[in-house]
T-cell receptor, first 112, second 114 residues
Framework: NAGVTQTPKFRILKIGQSMTLQCTQD?????MYWYRQDPGMGLKLIYY???????DKGEVPNGYNVSRSTTEDFPLRLELAAPSQTSVYFC???????????FGSGTRLTVV | QKITQTQPGMFVQEKEAVTLDCTYD???????LFWYKQPSSGEMIFLIY??????QNATEGRYSLNFQKARKSANLVISASQLGDSAMYFC????????????FGQGTRLTINP
């Protein structure tokens, strides 16, 4: 059972470039989330999804887009990368229960 | 800020007990409180969970959660600390209405000294 898989693990982008962070879960969880973690800080919610076809903004959505065409996949798109988007990105998923929040291993992104 | 961790850093001698503070704010009667450990390798490791309707404090091995609902606090207690406990610790809350988002505190960096 793979859990939540994030790719890539590391990436360096130049200012203005775009990329997609991939997130896949194999636990049939309805809820999926994207967080970013800046150095020495807690996690901040970027976007979330409560099921296929349904997404909504979190606390810090500017500069990002998401889609949820299947239950398994929840990719995060960065358009026109900026140095302020240098961070570690975590994807997470959960079933609609009071428990069971599973995190991916994270993607470390640097924008130069 | 819905989750507040007031201790940016703590230093503790090995084998001592340590308490990491967490206060929260919510109007939802149904919620859960979580503690996660983040070692230097970066992964998020779930430690312990407390539901708002749980009558007893949660325990998981050396970890216990001191839940004081009226004071809206959910402190993590680590007994007999070990060198491997050195890490960032995050308190988080999940309200069970709507999207059930997990909201994190700023974290406490715990260092265990030999």
């Amino acid at each position: 059972n793979a859990g939540v898989t994030q790719t890539p693990k590391f990436r360096i982008l130049k200012i203005g470039q775009s990329m997609t962070l991939q997130c896949t879960q194999d636990m049939n969880h309805n809820y999926m989330y994207w967080y970013r973690q800046d150095p020495g800080m807690g996690l901040k919610l970027i976007y979330y999804s409560v099921g296929a076809g349904i997404t909504d903004k979190g606390e810090v959505p500017n500069g990002y887009n998401v889609s949820r065409s299947t239950t398994e996949d929840f990719p995060l798109r960065l358009e026109l990368a900026a140095p302020s988007q240098t961070s570690v990105y975590f994807c997470a998923s959960s079933p609609r229960t009071e428990y069971g929040y599973t995190f991916g291993s994270g993607t470390r992104l640097t924008v130069v | 800020q819905k989750i507040t961790q007031t201790q940016p850093g703590m230093f503790v001698q090995e084998k001592e007990a340590v308490t990491l503070d967490c206060t929260y704010d919510t109007s939802d009667p149904s919620y859960g409180l979580f503690w996660y450990k983040q070692p230097s390798s970066g992964e998020m490791i779930f430690l312990i969970y407390q539901g708002s309707y749980d009558q007893q404090n949660a325990t998981e091995g050396r970890y216990s959660l001191n839940f004081q609902k009226a004071r809206k606090s959910a402190n993590l207690v680590i007994s007999a600390s070990q060198l491997g406990d050195s890490a960032m610790y995050f308190c988080a809350m999940r309200e069970y209405q709507g999207a059930q988002k997990l909201v994190f505190g700023q974290g406490t960096r715990l260092t265990i000294n030999p």
